[in-house]
């Protein structure tokens, strides 16, 4: 997986985020992380996996963009939610590649 610089992070992950970030990175399991990234198959927007599927090759390997981190199921849930919103409202649409492509504060 790859790791989008601009990353949205709950709050409750804010504070150790440098640190988190090298571990998912190596590959190290953390746990009550998950990852929000684009989907892969093109079905939906954005997937949310435990961040302990990156011990899996297949996930290490896959050429998915982590767009977002949470703390929990539910504020990952959550957190997807707002990022779709954001998108809509930034590009009156739902083209969350092109609000990546632009960075997210522009």
């Known amino acids: 997986m790859k790791y989008w610089r601009h990353m949205w992070v709950s709050p409750s ?43 899996q090759r297949y996930y290490r390997r896959s050429k998915q963009i982590v767009i977002g981190l949470a703390s929990a199921k539910e504020e990952a849930e959550e957190m997807s939610g707002s990022i779709l919103y954001e998108v809509y409202r930034r590009t009156g649409g739902f083209d969350l590649m092109g609000l990546l492509q632009s960075g997210k504060d522009g």
Not at 25 to 34: I, Y
Request: hydrophobic letters at 40%; charged letters at 30%.
């Open 13 to 55: 992950l804010e504070d150790g985020k440098a640190a988190l970030y090298r571990k998912l990175r190596f590959g190290r399991p953390v746990k009550s992380v998950w990852l929000i990234a684009l989907s892969e198959d093109g079905t939906h927007l954005v997937d949310i996996y435990p961040s302990k599927n990156l011990q």
